[in-house]
């Protein structure tokens, strides 16, 4: 099992920028790939990123490639999501995943293992 727990979330103007971070715990850390997604009131849940068990892998979806950055520090147990430049279409509520997949080269949120419980992001205009 693997407890994951969201924060960072909150209320921004576009343009700004927050930073979530995920913090995981139970079993080792360092093999799981993560990912974060979204869910805005009325959609489904979307891709946002990816980032590999090793840090060496990340994928974004188009939406917001060059705007948000995944990392992660296997020796913290933690994944961040930096995001900058944010729009109001960037409002969701974000959650961790994990997936334990040596193999994979991004996830979907069929093939996520484990879930956070979700943080608001909130952009104003």
């Known amino acids: 099992q693997v407890q994951l727990v969201e924060s960072g979330g909150g209320l921004v103007q576009a343009g700004g920028s927050l930073r979530l971070s995920c913090a995981a715990s139970?079993?080792?850390?360092?093999?799981?790939?993560m990912g974060w997604f979204r869910q805005a009131p009325g959609k489904e849940r979307e891709f946002v990123t990816f980032?590999?068990?090793?840090?060496?892998?990340?994928r974004y979806a188009d939406s917001v490639k060059g705007r948000f950055t995944i990392s992660r520090d296997n020796a913290k147990s933690t994944v961040h999501l930096q995001m900058n430049s944010l729009k109001r279409e960037d409002t969701a509520v974000y959650y961790c995943?994990?997936?334990?997949?040596?193999?994979?080269?991004?996830?979907?949120?069929?093939?996520?293992?484990?879930w956070g419980q979700g943080t608001q992001v909130t952009v104003s205009s």
């Open positions: 139970g079993r080792t850390f360092s093999r799981y790939n």
């Open positions: 980032i590999s068990w090793s840090g060496d892998l990340t």
């Open positions: 995943a994990a997936e334990d997949n040596a193999w994979g080269a991004t996830m979907t949120a069929a093939q996520a293992d484990y």
